[in-house]
């Protein structure tokens, strides 16, 4: 019954989308403990198991075995069963020991049949994470790493054979101070503006070939500066909620629409500043999908989302700084400013804007 | 080797079978592994679920969000499968044995991903290089495999008499239908292959005996997507075959596989 439930909250758990086969009986429990070694419990179908073993060896296929027989197979072929228990600290394999824990084979053919394998091995001093990997396995199965040292359980899906990402080790893994925390969100901000984020890049430029003047740019900034702030914590928090599906169209039509704006007056109308705002609000919600895809512990989302914000700012403010002293420096006295160098940017943002909505909405 | 009358389908005994076992298979078959496939009548039948490779599969747990069809034909009548969810064997039914039954399993759809180069490993292990020639004239060679997979599975239960109706098509998107009941003496399987209910051609087919899964026949569906083998040994068969289409417009995924298996034991002496 135990079993049943973890299925059912397992299957619920899965991410959408994930590479998956059908998820199988096998379960595995992967346990750090405190003596340096480690173990690791494989829940799995008994006489699937032992003709997996006996195909790797070359021996005849059994069927229709008595939990004894069975028991007795599976044991012998140990040996066997460990070199396909791939567990690396820091890419450097360990060695494996396997031993048949418990074995069910009910009479009763509605009751389930199943192995306990209990796998154990040596874990090196100073290691900072593990990666686990079973290769006798089809379908997709979860492994829960737990660590005697601390930090919460966490359980990954793998896909048959598949490598599983690295598990850190909490006794070995200095935590990263504040500033270094910040730091690391302040750096993944800006990054993700420039150079990663042309949708966002052109927004910016969008507001800033509006006009030469200060005031207008600033207000426009703010204006988009509040309205991404909010959604992205709210976001972050799960408080809103839209599928990228929606979001990203919407992104793209933001900047061709910032952009036709710019050619039909080169004054901050009234609206602007509230439209720039809510586009503003669904840049916050694009922002927040690379937060979100961190899982980021609970505590860490306030550091992070100040700093991340902070360096969404600081990549805004390069954006028009360049700008600025590419072409604005230079020539806003001109009077042939706005002709050959506002509106034809912002003609081709706009072309860019609406390339892009189209192809996210058809070709997502 | 094949019947007079179809020239046209090829067969092959691959002794080795070295392409099918050679490396690590991305994708894997799914079959019905009941827990007898010669029940006495009234006596209760275990409906395993399989996914794997070469005839060795891990138990699948019933997940009725994904099931389909899961049903038993027998004595002219079909009835659902019960069982409950998470938990295997996937299902019950009190088994009539009087003739041939046949129980059949329909999936929805589920969506996987691959690498570009696991998934043309994949495409060429399971016979569908027209899929790899697609994807290139798409210029797609190097994108990964976006698929939804369906699962179509049959299984035969031996009964006391052997049926005609285990001839006739379930009506699945994809399926092997036997030309006549294999359960009734070890004799040359002939079956046909259908896509939509009609007859597909040039399809992979491949057989594998589950106490010596080593030997697999190969066989190619003709013009009428008719195949056959001629079985060496008496035993518990998985016949299996997999089609892959483009995935419609407003598909998550490029590609939709469908996966058809069939399988029943193939008795020492005629009944």
């Known amino acids: ?364 | 080797m094949t019947p007079a009358g179809s020239g046209a389908v090829r067969q092959m005994v691959l002794a080795a079978a070295a392409l099918l076992l050679a490396g690590s298979v991305q994708a894997h078959d799914f079959w019905i592994e009941p827990s007898t496939f010669h029940p006495q009548p009234g006596t209760t039948v275990a409906v395993g679920l399989r996914v794997g490779q070469n005839f060795v599969g891990d138990p699948v747990p019933r997940f009725s969000a994904l099931i389909e069809q899961f049903v038993i034909r027998q004595a002219g009548s079909e009835q659902p499968i019960g069982g409950s969810d998470n938990i295997d064997p996937a299902g019950f039914f009190r088994a009539d044995g009087q003739s041939t039954a046949v129980i059949a399993y329909r999936s929805i759809g589920s969506y996987i991903e691959l690498p570009a180069d696991k998934f043309e490993d994949y495409l060429r292990q399971y016979g569908l290089e027209r899929i790899i020639d697609l994807r290139a004239g798409r210029g797609e060679r190097a994108k990964p495999g976006r698929e939804r997979f369906y699962r179509f599975a049959k299984a035969l239960l031996t009964g006391q008499q052997h049926s005609a109706a285990v001839a006739k098509p379930l009506g699945f998107a994809y399926e092997i239908v036997p030309e006549d009941d294999p359960t009734a003496r070890l004799a040359p399987f002939r079956g046909r292959i259908l896509y939509d209910g009609k007859p597909l051609a040039d399809a992979l087919v491949v057989a594998i005996l589950h106490s010596d899964p080593s030997a697999q026949l190969t066989a190619r569906s003709d013009a009428q997507g008719a195949f056959s083998f001629a079985l060496p040994h008496a035993g518990v068969w998985l016949i299996k075959s997999v089609h892959m289409v483009r995935a419609g417009f407003f598909s998550d995924a490029d590609w939709e596989s469908l996966w058809a298996s069939l399988t029943f034991e193939a008795p020492e002496t005629p009944r």
């Open chain 1, 1 to 364: 019954m135990i079993r049943g439930w973890f299925l059912a909250a397992a299957l619920l758990l899965m991410p959408c989308g994930a590479q998956a086969h059908e998820i199988g009986t096998t379960q595995v429990h992967f346990t750090l403990q405190r003596d340096h070694s480690w173990s690791a419990t494989i829940i799995t179908g008994p006489q699937a198991l032992a003709n997996k073993l006996e195909a790797e060896t070359g021996q005849p296929r059994s069927s229709n075995l008595n939990a004894d027989t069975l028991r007795a197979e599976i044991t012998t072929l140990a040996s066997v069963l460990a070199n396909h228990i791939d567990v690396r600290f820091d890419g450097v394999g360990s060695p494996v020991h396997v031993t048949v824990a418990q074995l069910e084979l009910p009479d009763d053919i509605t009751l389930p049949s199943f192995v306990v394998l209990r796998a154990s091995g040596p874990m090196p001093e100073h290691a900072q994470a593990v990666t686990w990997r079973y290769g006798l396995v089809y379908s997709t199965y979860a492994v829960v790493f737990a660590d005697e040292d601390g930090g919460s359980p966490v359980t990954q899906w793998l896909d048959g054979d598949a490598m599983s990402r690295p598990f850190p080790i909490a006794a070995n893994v200095r935590p990263l101070t504040r500033f270094e925390i910040a730091a690391q969100y302040l750096q993944l901000g800006f990054l993700h503006i420039v150079p990663e984020g042309l949708d966002h890049i052109l927004f910016v430029l969008g507001i800033f070939f509006l006009t030469t003047k200060l005031k207008p740019i600033l207000v426009q900034v703010t204006a988009f500066t509040i309205a991404h702030s909010v959604t992205l914590g709210l976001t972050m928090y799960g408080i809103v909620s839209l599928p990228s599906r929606v979001v990203e169209p919407l992104i793209a039509l933001s900047v061709a629409y910032v952009a036709i704006e710019n050619k039909m007056t080169s004054k901050l109308k009234p609206w602007r500043p509230a439209v720039v705002f809510g586009f503003g609000l669904l840049h916050g919600m694009g922002f927040a999908g690379v937060l979100t895809e961190l899982r980021l512990p609970r505590a860490e989302i306030i550091p992070a989302l100040i700093s991340f914000n902070v360096g969404i700012e600081l990549a805004q403010l390069t954006v028009i700084a360049a700008a600025f002293f590419t072409v604005a420096f230079w020539y806003r006295d001109k009077w042939w400013y706005r002709a050959r160098i506002a509106v034809p940017a912002s003609a081709a943002i706009a072309a860019t804007g609406l390339f892009w909505t189209v192809q996210r909405v058809f070709w997502a």
